[in-house]
């Protein structure tokens, strides 16, 4: 029986492997193959110059086969593609694959959505999604107050980061940050004829009133029987006093909405149908007089005292004695008018001053009642 002779032991080198590139390109590019027979040297080639898989067999005895398989095109290759995306307000999207044997880096950047490096032995595949225009687009939108019925036009935008907002004329700019490259510029403008008009409602509000004195009289009195002789005695003033009312009143309250620079000019300039200039709120300065008089020389004094109130200037002539109470402001209430009693300013956005202006109607004259 024949003795089996075991034959030479072959061997295979191997660098890269061209089943790591993407299909798409090999469909595209293709690949060369080259083979060699006892090539002068006994390694795999370097993956460069296109080289994507080396491979060196031992056949049998002294014999070497070298196969080198080589991209189809140049290096670094890349394929486009497009897409929608909504993201940043929405775009049509650059989608790019490169490879390359050179060294990638990913892509950054504004435009930039999404982007990646990958080693795939001696290649290095890149992915990347940039947008095709040069900014994302402006988006419109209008915000109207339900209250006010004020309207607000906005935009929004994706800008880069760093933007900085703030007021320019009469935009209002606000800037919300995204991420490392991106911010969120949004720029808000009032709708200058959607101001609304003076408006006013009626409604019930409490009050109350000084006290008012009338019909006063100072009797200082000639008396012969006092100590003996003639002179004058103290007599108390007389005069009639109302009180003051203290409870609800009919009021209205006036809405009134103007820019910054109309409330800055608002006492010489009209703005506006009901209180055209700004009013001034009704004040009330009631006072209790107390009065001291000499009457004559070596006499006692005359003091009367009246409560604290309004009134009239009045003035009592006895002899050469002449007394005289000033009158309070104003002497009377203004009965049945309407008085202001609060204005109250507040601020609004986008430069809008909102006021709200108090009356109160003082209750009819009760001598007419």
């Known amino acids: 029986m024949a003795v089996k002779v075991p ?14 590139i993407p299909d798409r390109f090999l469909a595209k590019y293709g690949i060369n193959i080259t083979k060699q027979k006892n090539p002068d040297d006994v390694a795999p080639s370097s993956l460069t110059g296109g080289i994507l898989e080396s491979n060196l067999t031992t056949e049998q005895t002294n014999e070497v086969l070298k196969t080198n398989t080589s991209f189809g095109g140049s290096l670094p290759a890349t394929i486009t593609d497009t897409r929608l995306t909504t993201d940043f307000g929405g775009g049509v999207l650059d989608v790019t694959q490169t490879i390359s044997q050179g060294s990638l880096t990913v892509s950054q950047g504004l435009t930039t959505t999404e982007s990646a490096v990958t080693d795939l032995g001696g290649v290095s595949e890149k992915t990347a999604a940039v947008l095709q225009d040069a900014s994302w687009p402006i988006l419109y939108g209008t915000h109207v107050d339900e209250q006010t019925k004020l309207t ?32 969120l510029k949004i720029t808000s403008t009032l709708r200058a004829n959607t101001v609304p008009a003076d408006t006013r409602y009626p409604l019930t509000q409490r009050e109350s009133f000084p006290d008012e004195l009338r019909d006063i009289t100072f009797a200082v009195l000639f008396h012969e029987a006092v100590f003996g002789g003639g002179g004058y005695v103290n007599a108390p003033p007389q005069y009639n006093l109302v009180q003051g009312y203290s409870g609800p009143c009919n009021a209205r309250v006036t809405e009134k909405y103007m820019t910054e620079a109309q409330y800055a000019t608002w006492d010489t300039v009209a703005v506006g149908t009901i209180f055209p200039k700004r009013p001034s709120v009704t004040h009330f300065f009631p006072q209790a007089n107390r009065i001291a008089v000499e009457l004559g020389a070596g006499a006692a004094l005359y003091t009367a005292e009246l409560p604290m109130s309004l009134h009239p200037e009045t003035k009592s002539v006895t002899g050469q004695i002449v007394l005289t109470v000033p009158a309070t402001v104003p002497p009377e209430l203004p009965y049945g008018s309407w008085i202001v009693v609060g204005i109250r300013p507040e601020k609004w956005r986008f430069g809008i001053r909102y006021i709200e202006i108090i009356e109160v109607q003082v209750p009819p004259n009760p001598d007419n009642e």
């Open 7 to 20: 034959g030479p032991t072959l061997t295979e080198k191997f660098r890269g492997l061209v089943r790591l």
């Open 152 to 183: 607000v036009d906005y935009t929004k935008q994706v800008v880069a980061a760093g933007t900085l907002g703030g007021i320019s004329g009469s935009d209002y700019i606000e800037v919300e940050p995204i991420d490392k490259w991106r911010s």
